[in-house]
């Protein structure tokens, strides 16, 4: 893969799956700028990977979202991974915790993609991030199912508006991140090792892995309108 003179947007690519594309594309020669809410995840990010620009910003912050494409200038390929995943069931989680998962998933591509419009090209990519919770929830993740699988059909109907532009989404399971650390706490290595042992591949993934394949559906050009699984098998089990 060769993405020299190209310039790679990450949302959210201060960490985990993020980070990994960010250092996948900066190896194959593309300017990468990536953004994220704390400044020194930014920072760190950054001083990790040689020419890495970074911009502290929320994508949900409109004035922020224009600086970070102000900085990239033209986008060749953007990627979308801002997400909030606390979650709750409907029963008894107040409406403006569960917002949030939608907001940021579902308003954040979109005012991502809005502000990249005017700096995309022809042969320009878009890839946006779900996750598997959207095929296989469980109880108190119905908010953020329904935010993963707006995105997916989001990337469908993005496929047809901007075309030529290509929109497709990576729909991970569950990969070791510090979303993950976040998510489990305290019982990281026994879920970690049990939630792998119960995938057909018999572990959980790897950012790198999904760093792949966000970078093959940004790179190949006959891919669009596609929601690529890279789950393990855990649709299956
Ligand atoms: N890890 C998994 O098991 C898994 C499974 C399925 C789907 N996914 C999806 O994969 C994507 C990446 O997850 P990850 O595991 O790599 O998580 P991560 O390590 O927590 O990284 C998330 C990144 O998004 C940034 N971010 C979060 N909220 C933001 C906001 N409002 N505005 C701008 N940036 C924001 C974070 O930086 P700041 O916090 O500093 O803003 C960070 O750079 C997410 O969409 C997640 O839902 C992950």
Excluded: K
Aim: hydrophobic share 50%.
């Amino acid at each position: 893969m060769d993405l020299r003179g190209l310039t790679v947007v990450l949302i959210g690519g201060s960490s985990g799956i993020g980070l990994a594309t960010a250092a996948a594309a900066a190896a194959a020669g593309a300017r990468v700028v990536i953004a994220g809410r704390d400044a020194s995840r930014v920072d760190a990010a950054v001083a990790s990977i040689p020419g890495l620009v970074g911009v502290e910003a929320d994508v949900l912050d409109d004035a922020a979202l224009e600086h970070v494409f102000d900085v990239a200038g033209r986008v060749d390929h953007l990627v979308q991974l801002a997400a909030h995943t606390s979650g709750g069931r409907i029963a008894d989680t107040p409406d403006s915790q569960l917002r949030r998962s939608l907001d940021v998933r579902l308003w954040g591509s979109i005012g991502a993609v809005r502000h990249a419009i005017p700096r995309l090209t022809e042969a320009s990519s878009i890839t946006l991030v779900s996750g598997v919770v959207s095929a296989r929830p469980t109880p108190g993740t119905a908010v953020a199912a329904a935010s993963a699988g707006a995105v997916e059909a989001l990337a469908r109907a993005l496929a047809v508006e901007l075309a030529p532009v290509r929109v497709n989404a990576v729909c991970p399971g569950a990969v070791e991140t510090p979303m993950l650390e976040r998510a489990l706490g305290e019982r990281y290595d026994d879920m970690v090792a049990t939630m792998g042992a119960n995938l057909p591949v018999g572990r959980v993934g790897t950012a790198a892995e999904i760093a792949d394949a966000i970078l093959f559906l940004a790179t190949n050009g006959y891919v669009t309108g596609e929601v690529l699984h890279v789950d393990g098998g855990h649709r299956l089990v």
